[in-house]
């Protein structure tokens, strides 16, 4: 098996900050980081719209997993974090719009707090890549 680790980027200026990657890659599994809701300018996204949110941070987490080479139909598992989990469905809604035919094991969990407080929501998201046919390689990451 492959164990060759490889690192996934958003160009977040905290990831050297603190010493975290969007996701990595070893083998067959990828763990995308918790993701915030962070437009293209740095911004929040949609604040105070826990939907649009929540699409928003789906969209990064799926960005991430291409450029390790996976796709939501490799995602085994997602965690969305909710300041207000009484919101949960607005998040399930967007959840649903992506995974409703992959149906990972998913949690919603309540938390007190995100780094901006304008973030309602982040997600993170596991996938497992099929192993390869005997003898073959391994897809190669991308990015």
């Known amino acids: 098996m492959d164990h060759r680790r490889h690192a996934v980027g958003s160009g977040s200026p905290l990831e050297p900050e603190i010493g975290f990657s969007r996701a990595v890659r070893v083998g067959n599994q990828v763990a995308v980081a918790g993701t915030a ?18 699409v928003r941070c ?4 799926e960005r991430a997993l291409a450029e390790a080479g996976a796709a939501l139909g490799d995602v085994v598992r997602t965690r969305i974090m909710l300041t207000d989990v009484t919101r949960w469905r607005e998040a ?3 959840h649903g ?12 969990v309540e938390v ?6 304008g973030w ?10 099929p192993a390869p046919a005997p003898g073959a390689e391994w897809p190669v990451a991308r990015g």
Not at 98 to 103: A, D, L, N, Q, T
Request: hydrophobic share 45%; glycine share 6%; no cysteine.
């Open 37 to 54: 809701p962070i437009a293209e300018d740095g911004s929040v996204a949609a604040p105070g719209d826990v939907y649009a949110q929540t």
């Open 58 to 61: 789906l969209e990064i987490a």
């Open 92 to 94: 399930a809604k967007a």
């Open 97 to 108: 719009e992506r995974f409703s035919g992959i149906r990972p094991v998913t949690t919603f």
């Open 112 to 117: 007190s707090r995100f780094i901006d407080p």
């Open 120 to 129: 309602l929501v982040e997600v993170e998201v596991d996938a497992v890549l």
